[in-house]
């Protein structure tokens, strides 16, 4: 039997949101003025088991570390992905093996 790969799920379908009276993302994010019309990013969710998880998460990491200050948008990115994962010490508990 064959090792169980991760499932990724869009968690909802992109539709085009019109602003009516305007708003901006926090931290410098883009701004949605009154009447523009915008499409939001498709999500995912991403069944992972624990060695996974910590394996993404390494990676992830490495990844960030190696980032430049000119890929600052790649940086900013990565980091939302790392701060939905849990903390680096949960992570390093983690002992890995091949999940059957």
Not at 77 to 88: C, F, K, T, Y
């Amino acid at each position: 039997m064959g090792v169980a790969h991760p499932r990724v799920v869009p968690s909802a379908a992109p539709r085009s949101i019109i602003g009516d009276q305007g708003s901006c993302a926090p931290a410098g994010g883009s701004c949605v003025m009154p009447g523009e019309s915008v499409t939001p990013v498709e999500q995912f969710s991403l069944t992972l088991t624990r060695s996974q998880l910590k394996i993404l998460y390494t990676v992830l990491k490495t990844y960030y570390d190696d980032l430049g200050h000119e890929e600052s948008d790649i940086q900013e990115i990565v980091r939302s992905i790392l701060a939905q994962l849990p903390s680096e010490e949960e992570i390093r508990a983690i002992e890995l093996k091949l999940d059957r």
